[in-house]
């Protein structure tokens, strides 16, 4: 079984790979579970489709958020933990904006460099903000 860490990363992981991939959401999921083994468990496939179905509104209030940035600008692996972590504060509400955030600067810091962290900090800070999900 996975913890929601573990989840979060191969969720990050999925997300990563539509960017590159024309294949739907669906069968990517269905490719990484049949061929790669990958573990998928049920907030797994929830939020992949969730992402995958909210995109555009998941991206305009990453782009409304981003001063001066245009999204094709942002690192696929930032804008990867960005729609992630904006769909988790925006779409589920039981997760603790608070998590959203930490989780996806430690997966950026893993994935991708300290600047990048603090991009994606910083622009999920404004999220939060601006859509009054304090704790």
């Known amino acids: 079984?996975?913890?929601r860490k573990n989840a979060r990363e191969n969720l990050f992981i999925l997300i990563f790979e539509k960017s590159f991939n024309n294949d739907?959401?669906?069968?990517i999921l269905e490719?990484?579970?049949?061929?790669?083994d990958f573990e998928v468990d049920d907030y797994i496939k929830s939020a992949f489709l969730g992402i995958d179905n909210n995109l555009d509104e998941i991206d305009n209030i990453i782009t409304e958020n981003t001063k001066g940035w245009k999204k094709e600008r942002i690192s696929k692996v930032a804008l990867a933990l960005l729609r992630l972590a904006?769909?988790?504060i925006i779409f589920i509400p039981d997760i603790p904006?608070?998590?959203?955030?930490?989780?996806?600067?430690v997966l950026c810091k893993k994935y991708a460099t300290q600047e990048d962290a603090s991009f994606i900090n910083g622009i999920l800070g404004a999220v939060v903000k601006k859509y009054n999900k304090g704790e």
């Open 24 to 27: 739907t959401a669906e069968e």
């Open 31 to 36: 490719t990484a579970i049949s061929v790669r």
């Open 86 to 88: 904006v769909y988790e």
């Open 97 to 105: 904006a608070s998590v959203s955030v930490n989780e996806a600067v």
């Open 1 to 3: 079984m996975l913890t």
